[in-house]
């Protein structure tokens, strides 16, 4: 009984010593480098665009007083739109509202094109070329007639550009030569924006 008390003794000696040197070992590994761990981060290129309707002037009755419509480009039955109204007799009509162009994106060199295959009505057509656009990316001395700086989308045109990433918002006017010739009736198209990296 003796002898296996005096082995228990020593049992239990030897559990405390090793616990000691567990917990000095575990001391020395918080204070100092365990290992390393190797870190990778893939980050997806990004691109949102969405256009915005502003209001004119006449509309929101006065400086101050315009307001917004929201979408996105690509709104299926929802699109957003401009409208074209001649009232009295043909000439350059502006559209009821101008657009801003707003550009969200991490890629740099890109450019949004403006593009239209003109409008269509059960009576006629009325051709691209007689469609206008003005932004800060159309000629400012170009003159077809319309008012300088206006180009006709006869071609697409660049309406918004970037070459640094960030998010950016561009304005765009547009403007209808109604002709003598244009029967009277209602006449749809759609304006296409298109995002394309730059040359």
């Given at each position: 009984m003796k002898q296996n008390l005096a082995s228990w003794r020593m049992l239990a000696g030897a559990v405390i010593l090793l616990s000691l040197f567990s917990a000095g070992q575990a001391e020395d590994q918080v204070a100092g480098?365990?290992?390393?761990?190797?870190?990778?981060?893939?980050?997806?290129?990004?691109?949102?665009?969405?256009?915005?309707?502003?209001?004119?002037?006449?509309?929101?009755?006065?400086?101050?007083?315009?307001?917004?419509?929201?979408?996105?480009i690509n709104d299926g039955d929802n699109a957003i739109g401009i409208e074209f109204s001649a009232l009295e007799k043909p000439g350059v009509i502006d559209a009821d509202r101008d657009v801003l162009v707003r550009v969200a994106s991490n890629i740099t060199g890109w450019n949004v094109m403006c593009s239209s295959q003109g409008l269509s009505g059960s009576d006629g057509a009325i051709p691209a070329d007689r469609i206008f656009v003005k932004s800060d990316y159309t000629?400012?001395?170009?003159?077809?007639?319309?008012?300088?700086?206006?180009?006709?989308?006869?071609?697409?045109?660049?309406?918004?550009?970037?070459?640094?990433?960030?998010?950016?918002?561009?304005?765009?006017?547009?403007?209808?030569n109604v002709t003598w010739e244009d029967k009277p009736g209602s006449y749809d198209g759609v304006l296409t924006f298109t995002v394309l990296p730059e040359p």
């Open positions: 480098q365990v290992g390393t761990l190797s870190v990778s981060a893939k980050i997806e290129p990004f691109m949102a665009v969405s256009v915005i309707l502003i209001q004119s002037v006449q509309e929101s009755g006065g400086p101050g007083g315009a307001t917004g419509r929201e979408g996105q000629n400012p001395a170009a003159d077809a007639g319309v008012g300088l700086g206006y180009e006709s989308l006869s071609a697409p045109r660049v309406v918004a550009a970037g070459s640094a990433a960030g998010e950016v918002t561009h304005p765009a006017s547009f403007k209808l």
